[in-house]
Nanobody, 117 residues
Framework: QVQLAESGGGLVQPGGSLRLSCAAS????????MGWYRQAAGKQREWVAH???????NYADSVKGRFTISRDNAKNTVSLQMNSLKPEDTALYYC???????????WGQGIQVTVSS
């Protein structure tokens, strides 16, 4: 079973940057994909970015060119570098990992990102 711990959220002004990190721990797990979703208040959860073990990444159109996802396979961590942040990026950000065998997802508890002047 895998547990996820997110860090790095907070308050930032528009145009600023934040870096989110997510560390996976536990026993007997093998990770395939890793990624991030977000959920703004009163809205549905929105997929943000995904990265596979080989490093290939995909992004939602709303963050493409501003966000960069990366992972460290040896440390079982995934990070999201967020630049040129906008007020509409304000949300709870959730990391997830996909088990290589079962293809099931495990979710983090969520971390708040607030973009405001």
């Amino acid at each position: 079973q895998v547990q996820l711990a997110e860090s790095g959220g907070g308050l930032v002004q528009p145009g600023g940057s934040l870096r989110l990190s997510c560390a996976a721990s536990g026993s007997r797990f093998s990770i395939n994909g890793m990624g991030w979703y977000r959920q703004a208040a009163g809205k549905q959860r929105e997929w943000v970015a995904h990265i596979i073990s080989g490093g290939s990444a995909n992004y939602a159109d709303s963050v493409k060119g501003r966000f960069t996802i990366s992972r460290d396979n040896a440390k079982n961590t995934v990070s999201l570098q967020m630049n040129s942040l906008k007020p509409e990026d304000t949300a709870l950000y959730y990391c997830y990992v996909t088990d290589e065998v079962s293809l099931s997802n495990t979710w983090g508890q969520g971390i708040q990102v607030t973009v405001s002047s």
